[in-house]
């Protein structure tokens, strides 16, 4: 099988239980969204098939080959986390150069041509950027590596609203350009939902979704409207949460809407809407 197999991944740190038993497949050729809170395990999931940590149970396969010690697997993928692994007295042009001995198919013409796009001086030594830019630069190495598996792990990390509305931009044209496969991990969902062909959403270390964007969204509607009438509305319904101002009233809930009585406002439930809703706990649910 071409893609990533992410075959029942645990992950403990002593007593604490950080990945609890993951299962996922990841298929060549499309984009993915790795969803959670903060602390959710995003990030220990993405270091695991990166094989910069270890699993403490369960196996990563890139391309049906085991990922954990083998060049030959982790060579077809990139990865752009918060972690800086780029010496940093090294300037942005030397960084470029460098991820091109790691990816001969790198096309350092395109690097060159974003860091321009983005503003970003490739003289300047990478201790010296600011946070926004020191993502910018991992954003660019990933955008045109050219590997087959590309992860972007909170890739807009302090980056204003035009940068991040250019590195979507470019994502999106890297991939219909050049295919592959990305994965971006963010607790930022609004922004990026139109990307996301398939979302995988993790909770507290356990996968609680992992289903194609278009099927979520049908899957799921808004209904909004007097406190008592929603409720009444929603007896009986399978609910993945609430809101509440005032004496109005919204809930969230699995299906399709049936028989809505008048004065109820029905609307299609957003990615972010049904994330917040699934991962809220049961007492931000009913806030």
Known sequence: MRGIEIRNITKDYG?????DNVS????????YGLLGRNGAGKSTLVNIISNRIFATEGQVLIDGEPAKENDKALSKLFTMSESNLL????????????????YPDMNTECA???AKEFGLDLKKKLQSLSTGYTTIVKDILG??????????????????????????????????DYGGTFIVSTHLIDECASLIERAIIIDSGKLLMDSDTEDILAGAYTVT???????????????????SVGGLKSVYIKGQPENV??????????????FIRLTNTDEENNA
């Open 15 to 19: 007593s604490t239980r950080a990945l």
């Open 24 to 31: 996922v497949n990841i298929e060549y050729g499309r984009i």
């Open 87 to 102: 010496p940093q007295d090294m300037k942005v042009g030397q960084a470029i150069e460098l991820t091109k001995e790691f």
């Open 112 to 114: 060159y041509e974003l």
């Open 143 to 176: 955008l045109t590596c050219n590997a087959d598996y590309v992860i972007f792990d909170e890739p807009v990390l302090g980056l204003d609203a035009n940068h991040r509305e250019l590195f979507y931009k470019k994502l999106i044209e890297r991939y219909s």
């Open 225 to 243: 409207g007097a406190a008592a009438a929603v409720a009444s509305y929603a007896e009986g319904k399978e609910i993945i949460g609430s809101d």
């Open 261 to 274: 009585p008048a004065g109820l406002e029905v609307s299609k439930a957003s990615l972010q809407n049904i």
